[in-house]
């Protein structure tokens, strides 16, 4: 069955930090990938997604986002973590041959000291 | 344009009760669909919904109902609430393959 591991359940960097989550799926297949934030009370919103073309991925508030095919990884980075990025992030994937079967990961919550 | 709306924002239900989670869009999306969100354990599919009349099961559908009567409503029913659905529900809401809308969620405490 398709899954999407998210190594690091629990994150704590200090403010300026660099930020990499890690995600691998188990789809051999053509994939979509997505990572999605959500903060403190909110819902889900997009950080980022990919569906072809150049691996490299940039997304929203410096986010971006690196499609290692040959890993099975799409792992999130920012260089300089703020405060405000305090919030849990999910990695979701799905096969492109229907929405309905995207697959979201367990989450990781990421917490940025002042 | 409001996105994905739902309604209650919380509820708190006796065990055996019934209701209804109430969600709407405007973005003329075919696809919906309902997941609870419990803690540390990421997003589970409930139902989900291709176009008006066309409704599926997904991970966890036991003690849910759906119905999709028009484009935009998707509604949720819960017929003999229990303390395992206790959770937060969301919506959304997408294009095939697309990113998906999510609404504010609903945050049900059944006791």
């Known amino acids: 069955a398709q899954s999407v591991s998210q190594h690091n359940h629990h994150v704590i960097l200090s403010e300026a930090a660099s930020l990499e989550l890690g995600c691998n799926y188990s789809?051999?297949?053509?994939?979509?990938l997505f990572w999605y934030v959500q903060y403190p009370g909110q819902h889900l919103q997009l950080l980022l997604k990919?569906?072809?073309?150049?691996?490299l991925v940039k997304g929203i508030k410096g986010f971006e986002a690196e499609f290692i095919k040959s890993k099975f990884s799409f792992n999130l980075r920012k260089p300089s973590v703020q405060w405000s990025d305090t919030a849990e992030y999910f990695c979701a994937v799905n096969k492109g041959t229907g929405g309905f079967k995207t697959i979201f990961g367990a989450g990781t919550r990421l917490f940025v000291k002042a | 344009n409001a996105g994905v709306t739902q309604t209650p924002k919380f509820r708190i239900l006796k065990i055996g009760q019934s209701m209804t989670l109430q969600c709407a869009q405007d973005m003329n999306h075919n696809y919906m669909y309902w997941y609870r969100q419990d803690p540390g354990m990421g997003l589970k599919l409930i139902y989900y919904?291709?176009?008006?009349?066309?409704?599926d099961k997904g991970e966890v559908p036991n003690g849910y109902n759906v119905s999709r009567s028009t484009t935009e409503d998707f509604p949720l029913r819960l017929e003999l609430a229990a303390p395992s659905q206790t959770s937060v529900y969301f919506c959304?809401?997408?294009?095939?393959?697309?990113?998906?809308?999510f609404g504010p969620g609903t945050r049900l405490t059944v006791t």
């Open positions: 789809y051999g297949g053509t994939v979509n």
């Open positions: 959304a809401s997408s294009y095939p393959d697309d990113e998906q809308y």
């Open positions: 990919y569906f072809s073309g150049d691996p």
């Open positions: 919904s291709v176009g008006a009349g066309i409704t």
